[in-house]
């Protein structure tokens, strides 16, 4: 369906304005809204010039100014945990005051919300894949509990708003997903990785690296958003990339695509890092004929590209 009046919160994050850029594409009218806390209004620069384009200053954690979309894409938050440990509460705030503004605003437009939640809601998991049936083991007053768990109260609240207004919503739980626009000092893996290669500088491995994570490119995660907003789907969907690699395993491909000497280090494994981490996509799969296209090399390649151009190479 073309035409629609689309509201994406956290839309001048990474995942975010490759969303808008996405919506635009579709035909529909986009309002931006974000207080560009880790996104960065540069970011969606390029769409302002887009006649159905607005950008709206705005933090979730007060009520939304505006209430007449069809659909709401709820992305607000810090995805990077140095971003989001930064200011702890101010992330449950964003999580449970956000949540509850993007919900009231669809109850007030008559929308459908989609809510950006994350394989996080599984914590340092004890099943392997992870199936969206699993409850997770989390840590609820840990460093990474403020995301974890304000996750996982969005997804109650998401849930609860559905039961109690018959407020209609889709729930995306997000594995890992890098891309061209990833902040330089974001704190995540890839740009990490990607920026001491490029300048020559010592790759840190936290822990031995034996950790696993599975990297989602972002385009493929936005066709997957897209595609869960528009089917009929009440439950959770995982949204990732199933390849798993362990951190060693990315450093040497970034690396290897840099042509880089940087030399690897270890640094200390932070408090509560999950082990192993890849998602179950059956149901994607299954319900939305959605499952990734693009490679960890080709995905590295258009990133690496990317941050060369912004990133001060020695
Ligand atoms: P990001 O940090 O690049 O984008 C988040 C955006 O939200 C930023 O533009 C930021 O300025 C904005 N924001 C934060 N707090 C806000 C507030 N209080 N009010 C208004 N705007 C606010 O992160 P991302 O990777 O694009 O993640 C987007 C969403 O997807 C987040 O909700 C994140 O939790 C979820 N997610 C991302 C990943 C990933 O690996 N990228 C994985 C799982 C879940
Ligand atoms: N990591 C690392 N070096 C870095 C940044 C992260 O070894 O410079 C590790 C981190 O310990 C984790 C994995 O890479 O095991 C992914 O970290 P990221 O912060 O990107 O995402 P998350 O832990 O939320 O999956």
Known sequence: MRGQQVLVTGGAGLIGSHLCERLLQDGHAVTCLDNFSSGAAENVAPLRTHEAFRLIEHN?????????????????CPASPVHYRKDPVATVRTNVLGSIHALDAARASGA???????????????????????????????????????????????????????????????????????????????????????????????GDGGQTRSFCFVTDLVEGLVRLMEADVKEPVNLGNPTEVTIRGLAARVLALTASKSELVHGPLPEDDPVRRRPDIARAQEQLGWRPTVSLDEGLRATIEDIAGRVSVR
């Open 60 to 76: 979730v954690q007060d009520p939304l100014p505006q209430t007449n979309f069809d659909r709401i894409y709820h992305l607000a």
């Open 112 to 206: 459908r919300v989609l809510l950006a939640s994350t394989s996080e809601i599984y914590g340092d998991p004890q099943e392997h894949p992870q199936r969206e049936s699993y409850w997770g083991h989390v840590n609820p007053i840990g460093p990474r509990s403020c995301y974890d768990e304000g996750k996982r109260v969005a997804e109650t609240l998401f849930c609860d708003y559905r039961r109690q207004f018959a407020t209609d919503i889709r729930i995306a739980r997000i594995f890992n997903t890098y891309g061209p626009r990833l902040r330089l000092d974001d704190g995540r893996v890839v740009s990490n990785f990607v920026c001491a290669a490029l300048q020559g500088k010592p790759i840190r491995l936290f």
